[in-house]
């Protein structure tokens, strides 16, 4: 099943678990490389390995000992046609620790095989171009989804969505650079008169499309990560009562105690297919109290970034808000609650400095259906406004990126009337990193012929909510010699891959 290029990436042979740990009916564990199906021979007793994408039932024993470990279902992969582009076995057993821990001792004795390190199955997927970094990064968000909405996102850029966008501009704006680049090369020959007018307009159409991509609420990060939800109010407003019927169970400690939330207490919640981090925060009003004050202060740095206040009002202080309270609905994103509905009926609430108000018990659960509704649709709007007409970045790195391409491009036309095509090509000729998505070079020159990447990696952990590997590769472009353009060469890319 082997052929020279087809494992040229790893080298050696890895294995790894590929299901989740702990007793299950069945585990999977994938080998990679250049020995996948020679390690699948030794298991299997010198048995045949099946036939390309074909199952067969095997017994596999330990080379060492001959002790039969499981009768496993098995399956092989050819490269370049598996997941990571090289040869693949698969090993379905039954799911049960000894089971799982034997095999993986027993391919640990092989020589030329090792465990895999985090991660680095979908690295070979990458370095060997089954993947770009957008679908790598999907594939985690995947395995990491919990709501239907981030499972649709991840999907979606997995299947390519966002790659192929950018891949898109970067082609039209190195052909855009070739016509600049046309026009100092050839500059004594009979060019057509618009190539430099096109040329610009076409970075023009490019710059704004790229601006409008990044102008979408952050709607792909707010969704892979979640919407961040602030409960704000009074002590004793029934912020905790409200956060406990939301949650559907006690998170917070309720009292009649003024002041008994200190600390930011968060829940996660699943409204209408969107995470939301809901905080239950201490109450807001002047304290004597060294801690109190401390929670309060927290409480006023929660609802600065949060995505949306949720404003909670004790129905005593409804219509005649306190001004701060008023001034927090009047600065946005905000939804207003008045609490304790069932103690005195509440007027038609309206809204408050525009944002919408409702009325409700959080003791009782009176008018909980419909405050329900009301912030899913507006956690919805965060999140989903936009979604089915264009791909979203889901990640800061992806906004990076954007921006930089965005700037670079802006600032290569705020100069073009006026100056030579030679200058025109020097600012466009700056690293702009945004080529198919993976945080790579994107270098507006003159016409590629050839890139050639050589990977050198680097185990960096990378804080997040994933773990990450940082890997650096050094891409080296092979340019036709311009006679007066400036040429890059050599320049190192940071990426990061899903570990």
């Known amino acids: 099943m082997q052929s020279q290029d087809r494992n040229a990436v790893g080298g050696d042979t890895i294995f790894a678990l590929a299901s989740g740990g702990g007793p299950a009916g069945i585990a999977v564990v994938r080998l990679s490389g250049p020995g996948a199906v020679g390690a699948l021979r030794s298991l299997a007793a010198g048995a045949a390995a ?45 799911g049960g620790p000894a089971v799982v821990e034997g095999v993986l001792s027993a391919l640990g004795r092989l020589a030329g095989l090792r465990m895999a390190e985090p991660g680095e199955f979908t690295r070979r997927a990458f370095l060997n171009g089954r993947l ?43 052909s855009a650079v070739a016509h600049v680049e046309a026009g100092i090369d050839f500059a004594d020959e009979d060019l057509p008169d618009d190539v430099d007018r096109a040329a610009r307009a076409a970075v023009a159409a490019l710059r704004d499309e790229i601006a409008a991509h990044l102008d979408d609420g952050r709607r792909g ?27 559907g169970r006690d998170a917070a400690i309720v009292s009649e105690t003024a002041g008994t939330t200190r600390d930011v207490i968060e829940v996660h919640l699943d409204l209408g297919g969107v995470p939301v981090i809901v905080a239950d925060t201490a109450g807001l009003r002047e304290s004597a109290d060294e801690i109190e004050r401390e929670g309060v202060r927290r409480a006023a740095a929660r609802a600065d970034w949060a995505d949306l206040r949720l404003i909670v009002l004790d129905r005593a202080d409804w219509p005649e808000v306190p001004a701060d309270l008023r001034a927090l609905a009047a600065a946005g994103r905000a939804l207003v609650v008045v ?35 009301r912030l ?9 406004a936009g979604a089915g007409a264009s791909p979203a970045p889901t990640r800061a790195r992806h906004r990076r990126a954007l921006e930089q391409a965005r700037d670079a491009l802006g600032q290569a036309l705020d100069g073009w009337p006026g ?50 590997r940082r890997a650096l590769f050094t891409t080296t472009l092979s340019l036709p010699q311009s006679r007066k353009s400036a040429l ?6 940071l990426v990061y891959v899903i570990a």
């Open 221 to 247: 990060e707010r969704l892979r990560a979640g919407v961040h939800l602030a409960l704000l109010g009074r002590p004793n407003a029934g912020k905790s009562t409200l956060l406990n019927l939301l949650a």
């Open 50 to 94: 099946p036939g390309e994408r074909r199952a067969a039932l095997r017994r596999l024993t330990d080379p060492a000992t001959g002790e039969v470990l499981d009768e496993a279902l098995v399956l092989a992969f050819a490269g370049p046609r598996s997941f990571t582009g090289e040869d693949v076995v698969e090993l379905h057993l039954h």
């Open 339 to 373: 609490n304790k509905a069932d103690l005195r009926p509440v007027a038609a609430a309206g809204d408050l400095a525009g944002a919408p108000v409702t009325a409700i018990s959080a003791r009782t659960g009176a008018g909980i259906d419909a405050f329900l509704e």
């Open 132 to 174: 770009d970094l957008t679908q790598a990064e999907a594939i985690a968000d995947l395995v990491a989804a919990e709501t239907s909405e981030q499972r649709r996102q991840a999907l979606d850029q997995a299947a390519g969505t966002l790659g192929r966008l950018y891949e898109d501009w970067r082609g039209r704006l190195i």
């Open 419 to 468: 100056r030579g095509p030679e200058l025109v090509a020097e600012d466009l000729n700056c690293p702009v990193t945004l080529s198919s998505g993976i945080q790579a070079l994107m270098t507006l020159l003159s016409a590629t012929k050839q890139t050639s990447v050589e990977p050198s990696w680097a185990a960096d952990p990378f804080p997040s909510s994933h773990s990450l």
């Open 376 to 384: 899913t649709a507006e956690v919805r709007n965060l999140a989903l």
């Open 488 to 493: 890059v060469t050599g320049w190192p890319v």
